[in-house]
């Protein structure tokens, strides 16, 4: 495997983490429907811009179906995934929703790639570690069956995004007009979901707060969505030079990044089976990089 694969991944990974905790921080003041369909508008602005810059509108094509794809499932895995997080236990929800690493994974496979024994070994390993960082609860309060399906769903959605996104360009400033059409299409889609909440009761902002609220998070909106783009160039290089086996469980370390910046920034106290996690991520991390 290419050292700019794991590279990559891994840098896929960090961007990632960085992004769902701010994301986290932010729904702790503003609805999540909001956070999303404002941070993603940044996104849209920032690439329409190098889009127009770079010249990529000639990189059109039919291929760009699978970044509309992409910018489809997207928001119905994140709103899946908010949901079944609301209805908890999050212990449980939160390492469940890396599940999806299982969707790219299993393309890889079909489409002919065979990771050599390390590799395998890396990927049990890391998959493994992935699962436990997000802390999982082994007893407690019983799961609800809806939390249950609706993480699988978000699983199989944020596991989908990957694949599509691997397919939608084969060159840099392709990658540039895919990402612009993903996010214009998660714009559309979100903000169409967003109207449809608020004609039905819901609130689009805090109570009693008005846009100012917004305008405020700007600088943290536009950290989450530009880094959540960034993150899906990097993970499309990734797949594109290397195993996207290989690309995706490394990708797919973020759980493990998001722990550790709450450890750091809100000093959480890592539980033992979230660090037993990160440490079996990062043994995996290896067996892939080496392998």
Same mark, same amino acid.
């Given at each position: 495997m290419s050292g700019l694969t794991a590279l990559f991944a891994l840098a896929t990974s960090l961007m990632w983490g960085l992004a769902d905790f701010g994301g986290g921080l932010l729904t702790r003041r503003i609805p999540a429907l909001t956070v999303v369909v404002a941070s993603q508008c940044v996104a849209v602005v920032v690439l329409g811009a190098v889009v127009v810059a770079t010249g990529a509108w000639s990189e059109w094509g039919?291929? *760009?179906?699978? %970044? /509309?794809? %992409?910018? *489809? =499932?997207g928001p119905v895995a994140m709103l899946s995934f908010y949901k079944a997080l609301a209805l908890g236990p999050m212990g449980v929800v939160s390492p469940l929703g890396s599940l999806g690493v299982a969707v790219p994974v299993g393309v890889g496979l079909f489409l002919g790639e065979r990771p050599g024994l390390a590799q395998f070994a890396g990927i049990a390993v890391a998959v493994a570690g992935i699962v436990l960082a997000g802390g999982p609860e082994l007893r407690g309060a019983p799961v609800q069956r809806q939390a249950v399906l609706l993480t699988l769903l978000a699983a199989f959605?944020?596991?989908a995004v990957m694949a599509l996104i691997a397919e939608a360009s084969s060159s840099v400033t392709g990658l540039f007009l895919a990402l612009f059409v993903q996010r =214009?299409?998660?714009v559309a889609a979100g903000g169409t979901a *967003?109207? /449809?909440? =608020? +004609? +039905?009761?819901g609130k689009a902002l805090p109570e009693g707060a008005?846009? &100012?609220v917004i305008w405020s998070a700007l600088p943290a909106l536009a950290f989450v969505g530009l880094a959540d783009v960034a993150a899906n160039g990097t993970y499309a290089i990734a797949a594109q030079r290397g195993p996207v086996a290989v690309a995706a469980v490394l990708a797919s370390l973020y759980p493990v990044v998001t %722990? *550790?910046? %709450? +450890? &750091?920034?809100l000093k959480e106290r890592l539980r033992g089976v979230q660090a037993a996690g990160a440490g079996l991520a990062l043994v995996g991390t290896v067996l892939l990089a080496t392998g």
């Amino acid at each position: 495997m290419s050292g700019l694969t794991a590279l990559f991944a891994l840098a896929t990974s960090l961007m990632w983490g960085l992004a769902d905790f701010g994301g986290g921080l932010l729904t702790r003041r503003i609805p999540a429907l909001t956070v999303v369909v404002a941070s993603q508008c940044v996104a849209v602005v920032v690439l329409g811009a190098v889009v127009v810059a770079t010249g990529a509108w000639s990189e059109w094509g039919p291929q *760009l179906w699978f %970044a /509309v794809g %992409a910018g *489809l =499932v997207g928001p119905v895995a994140m709103l899946s995934f908010y949901k079944a997080l609301a209805l908890g236990p999050m212990g449980v929800v939160s390492p469940l929703g890396s599940l999806g690493v299982a969707v790219p994974v299993g393309v890889g496979l079909f489409l002919g790639e065979r990771p050599g024994l390390a590799q395998f070994a890396g990927i049990a390993v890391a998959v493994a570690g992935i699962v436990l960082a997000g802390g999982p609860e082994l007893r407690g309060a019983p799961v609800q069956r809806q939390a249950v399906l609706l993480t699988l769903l978000a699983a199989f959605g944020f596991g989908a995004v990957m694949a599509l996104i691997a397919e939608a360009s084969s060159s840099v400033t392709g990658l540039f007009l895919a990402l612009f059409v993903q996010r =214009v299409t998660n714009v559309a889609a979100g903000g169409t979901a *967003l109207y /449809v909440s =608020v +004609r +039905r009761g819901g609130k689009a902002l805090p109570e009693g707060a008005g846009m &100012g609220v917004i305008w405020s998070a700007l600088p943290a909106l536009a950290f989450v969505g530009l880094a959540d783009v960034a993150a899906n160039g990097t993970y499309a290089i990734a797949a594109q030079r290397g195993p996207v086996a290989v690309a995706a469980v490394l990708a797919s370390l973020y759980p493990v990044v998001t %722990a *550790l910046a %709450a +450890r &750091g920034v809100l000093k959480e106290r890592l539980r033992g089976v979230q660090a037993a996690g990160a440490g079996l991520a990062l043994v995996g991390t290896v067996l892939l990089a080496t392998g």
